[in-house]
Antibody, heavy 123, light 112 residues
């Protein structure tokens, strides 16, 4: 079974750093892009960025460029999302996703999704 | 940040048919990129519902169907059931500088 299992909920103070993880299993981890999606409380889904674990090629949404860092360790089939200095506005649920691409190249979707990591930033 | 527009909410009685629209532009849906749909049940992670405009993953009931035309797409739920009450999001790819992968604004489906 293809699975993405994320690290547990975090409670942090503003200014602190954080790194959350997403471990893939049941498939070739280095052959699929892994993305991160933010969902703020009561809000919709926002794509943050994506990484190809095979060579660590990384792309960011302009909205998140410079705000977070995405990385991966292919030796342990794990992708990461990190912050160097958290803000209260980073409070949200974060999902990792595996990206699928069809043969035409016009179909790019996310499946499966991790269970989510809730990050709460509060003083 | 959402560049795909959906109605905030739709509702219907059990057994009825409801549709959710997803309106994009010439840099995403209109550029030929496929539309995909996700269902998010309360308190859970989103789940793939429709991929490639109209394809259902294994296990998704056939009362869910998708279509695409021009710069828009639609998700239809026929024979609405209580367990369909959830948030639904469309998603596509965008070739402009605003971002690569884009989601819709989301639609809350309420079963009356």
């Amino acid at each position: 079974e293809v699975q993405l299992v994320q690290s547990g909920a975090e409670v942090k103070k503003p200014g602190e750093s954080l790194k959350i993880s997403c471990k893939g299993s049941g498939y070739s981890f280095t052959s699929y892009w892994i993305g991160w999606v933010r969902q703020m409380p009561g809000k919709g889904l926002e794509w943050m960025g994506i990484i190809y674990p095979g060579d660590s090629d990384t792309r960011y949404s302009p909205s998140f460029q410079g705000q977070v860092t995405i990385s991966a360790d292919k030796s342990i089939s794990t992708a990461y999302l990190q912050w160097s200095s958290l803000k209260a506005s980073d409070t949200a649920m974060y999902y990792c996703v595996r990206r699928f691409r069809d043969l035409k190249g016009s179909g790019l979707w996310f499946d499966p999704w991790g269970q989510g990591t809730l990050v709460t930033v509060s003083s | 940040q959402s560049v795909l527009t959906q109605p905030p909410s739709v509702s219907g009685a059990p057994g009825q048919r409801v549709t959710i629209s997803c309106t994009g532009s010439s840099s995403n849906i209109g550029a030929g990129y496929d539309v995909h749909w996700y269902q998010q049940l309360p308190g859970t992670a989103p789940k793939l519902l429709i991929y490639g405009n109209s394809n259902r993953p294994s296990g998704v009931p056939d009362r869910f169907s998708g279509s695409k035309s021009g710069t828009s797409a639609s998700l239809a739920i026929t024979g609405l059931q209580a367990e369909d009450e959830a948030d639904y999001y469309c998603q596509s790819y965008d070739s402009s500088l605003s971002g690569l992968y884009v989601f819709g604004t989301g639609t809350k489906v309420t079963v009356l």
